[in-house]
């Protein structure tokens, strides 16, 4: 059964959180950044609690309901550890830790996880994150997220130097004793529209990451789109999964463009009444930083 199979929208969001292709791979600071492989035997060895959920997804409901924020970064954690909770693999110990240290917050730990077969602890950090890219598209630093303050090359690094090292800084701050450090990130790249066949991905990006495209709004562009027969928006929290047809029926179509104060992702529908594409259309006042300016700063 494929993630975008199940009947219920939530339960196909945890499908995706856990089998999704992450978009950062490999060894980075003695730590271990999962990859599909790792991803699509968790969500085999899921899939039968997956399934059963689908006939009652009330408990995910409930967990997801006591979000005391609607932000996609919690969210996305609370899918994440609800998928440890069904994982024969994991035990998940701990989550949302915070290192305090003479009344002064140093950091906060995902989630404390530990392997059922090998009863290792494992120090797990995580992020969902979609960046529209610009040239050199190989560049990290030129991936942005619609607050162009956020950057694929600054979360890399922070990941990489802060937020999966945080235990091994201040081992005495938490009660276990870790193992391994594993980190998982998700989420999707977004390429220039005009670029039908990216194939100059950032330089950390995995092979298979999900793709989407972004394109200004203006009057040539409202020419590319012709093809694109409805273009529907999406709320934050419907960036995961796929939307099915009869989830459709309540969506307005954004054809013709309206005019967006503010990027708004997409998706256009192929003849099947099916997502195609995930589109982001940003605002003509939209600008991406300047590279040269760019290079010139500190990184």
Known sequence: MQPNQFKHRIVRDLAWVIASPPLLSGIKNNTLWLDHSFCLKEYADCLSALIKLDTDPQPLILQIEQLKSKRLGYRFESFINF??????????????????????????????????????????????????????????FRWFGTNTNDQLGKKQQHLIEHQTQLIRKYPTLIKYKIDQRYCLVKGRLFYPFDTKTPDTPPNSATQNHLKGFWLKQNNSNQNKLKNKQLLYPLIKHEWLSSLQAAELKDKVSLTPLQKLDRAQCCISINDNNEEDERIFILPESFEFPDYQAQKKAPQ
């Not at 120090?123 to 969902?128: K, N, P, T």
């Open 83 to 140: 998928w440890l909770k069904i994982s024969p693999n994991y035990v998940p110990l701990a989550h949302n830790i915070q290192l305090i240290e003479n009344k002064q917050t140093l950091g906060e730990v995902d989630f404390i996880i530990q392997n059922s077969a090998t009863k290792e602890i494992i120090h797990l950090e995580v992020a969902v994150k979609f960046y529209l890219g610009t040239t050199p598209f190989e560049n990290d």
